[in-house]
C-alpha cells in the first residue's frame, strides 16, 4: 500500500467534511510532508499523538487558511516522476503547491525553485 496516498485521501476527507482534526500512522515521510503542508496553511498544525506512533493533524479552519479542495497524486509506486529545477511550474496559476522529495528533504515548489533543487514530484494540492 501507498501510506502518501492514503494521507492524502485521509486528510481531504476530514477537510471536506469540516472536522478540526484526523489522526493518521506516522512515520518520517509523512511527519515531513505535514510539515510542508503546515508552511503553505493547508495543515495549522501536526504533533505526535499522546499515545501509539500516531500523529495529530489539526485543520484551519475557513477563515484561518486554505481549505483542501484537490489532491492529485504524480509519481506513483509504479510510475515516478522527477522534474528539474527548471522544469517546476507553479500548480494552478499559484492557487495549488505541488511537494516534491529532494536530497534536501520534503520541499514544496516555491522552495525548490528557489534553492535551485530538482527530485521526485510527489502531489499537487489545491
Same mark, same amino acid.
Given at each position: 500500500?501507498?501510506?502518501?496516498?492514503?494521507?492524502?485521501?485521509?486528510?481531504?476527507?476530514? !477537510?471536506?467534511?469540516? $472536522?478540526?482534526?484526523?489522526?493518521?500512522?506516522?512515520?518520517?515521510?509523512?511527519?515531513?510532508? =505535514?510539515?510542508?503542508?503546515?508552511?503553505?496553511?493547508?495543515?495549522?498544525?501536526?504533533?505526535?499523538?499522546?499515545?501509539?506512533?500516531?500523529?495529530?493533524?489539526?485543520?484551519?479552519?475557513?477563515?484561518?487558511?486554505?481549505?483542501?479542495? =484537490?489532491?492529485? %497524486?504524480?509519481?506513483?509506486?509504479?510510475? %515516478?516522476?522527477?522534474?528539474?529545477?527548471?522544469?517546476?511550474?507553479?500548480? %494552478?496559476?499559484? !492557487?495549488?503547491? =505541488?511537494?516534491?522529495?529532494?536530497?534536501?528533504?520534503?520541499?514544496?515548489?516555491?522552495?525548490?525553485?528557489?534553492?535551485? $533543487?530538482?527530485?521526485?514530484? $510527489?502531489?499537487?494540492?489545491?
Amino acid at each position: 500500500m501507498d501510506p502518501i496516498s492514503d494521507f492524502l485521501n485521509t486528510l481531504k476527507m476530514a !477537510s471536506r467534511q469540516g $472536522l478540526p482534526t484526523f489522526t493518521f500512522p506516522s512515520s518520517r515521510l509523512i511527519v515531513a510532508i =505535514a510539515q510542508a503542508l503546515e508552511k503553505k496553511g493547508y495543515v495549522e498544525s501536526s504533533k505526535k499523538a499522546k499515545k501509539g506512533y500516531h500523529l495529530e493533524i489539526t485543520l484551519p479552519t475557513e477563515e484561518m487558511g486554505r481549505k483542501v479542495h =484537490a489532491v492529485k %497524486r504524480i509519481s506513483r509506486l509504479s510510475k %515516478r516522476i522527477y522534474k528539474k529545477a527548471h522544469e517546476i511550474y507553479p500548480v %494552478r496559476n499559484g !492557487s495549488g503547491t =505541488a511537494v516534491l522529495s529532494t536530497p534536501k528533504g520534503i520541499l514544496i515548489d516555491s522552495e525548490a525553485r528557489a534553492a535551485k $533543487l530538482g527530485g521526485e514530484v $510527489l502531489f499537487e494540492i489545491w
